[in-house]
Nanobody, 112 residues
Framework: QVQLVESGGGLVQPGGSLRLSCVGS????????MYWYRQAPGKTRELVAS???????VYADSVKGRFTISRDNGKNTVYLQMDSLKPEDTAVYYC??????WGQGTQVTVSS
C-alpha cells in the first residue's frame, strides 16, 4: 500500500521559516521523482518544487531563492525548506510521487 505522509506545517510569522517533510512507503522511493504542490483557498493547485530521482531540481518562480527541496533516499523522505516566508505562501502543501500518489497535505499559514 502506497503512502505519503506530510508533516511540519504550522503558523509562522512573515519572514520566518518552516521545514516540511514527506515520508513515502510502499514504493521504490529512490526511483521516483518527488514533488511539492500547494493549494491556497479559491485557487488551483500549483507546483512549488520538484526533485528528480537523480537530484535535479525545479522551482516555481515565486519561491526561487527562498525554498529548497531535497531528498534522503535512505529515509524515504523528501523535504521542503521554506525561508523568508510571505503571507502569499499560505496554503495546504502536498507532496507527490511521480504525480501518481499524493499525501493528505499539511497546512502552512504565514501571518502576523
Amino acid at each position: 500500500q502506497v503512502q505519503l505522509v506530510e508533516s511540519g506545517g504550522g503558523l509562522v510569522q512573515p519572514g520566518g521559516s518552516l521545514r516540511l517533510s514527506c515520508v513515502g512507503s510502499g514504493f521504490l522511493f529512490s526511483t521516483y521523482g518527488m514533488y511539492w504542490y500547494r493549494q491556497a483557498p479559491g485557487k488551483t493547485r500549483e507546483l512549488v518544487a520538484s526533485i528528480a530521482s537523480g537530484g535535479n531540481t525545479v522551482y516555481a518562480d515565486s519561491v526561487k531563492g527562498r525554498f529548497t527541496i531535497s531528498r534522503d533516499n535512505g529515509k524515504n523522505t523528501v523535504y521542503l525548506q521554506m525561508d523568508s516566508l510571505k503571507p502569499e505562501d499560505t496554503a495546504v502543501y502536498y507532496c507527490s510521487g511521480r504525480l501518481l500518489y499524493w499525501g493528505q497535505g499539511t497546512q502552512v499559514t504565514v501571518s502576523s
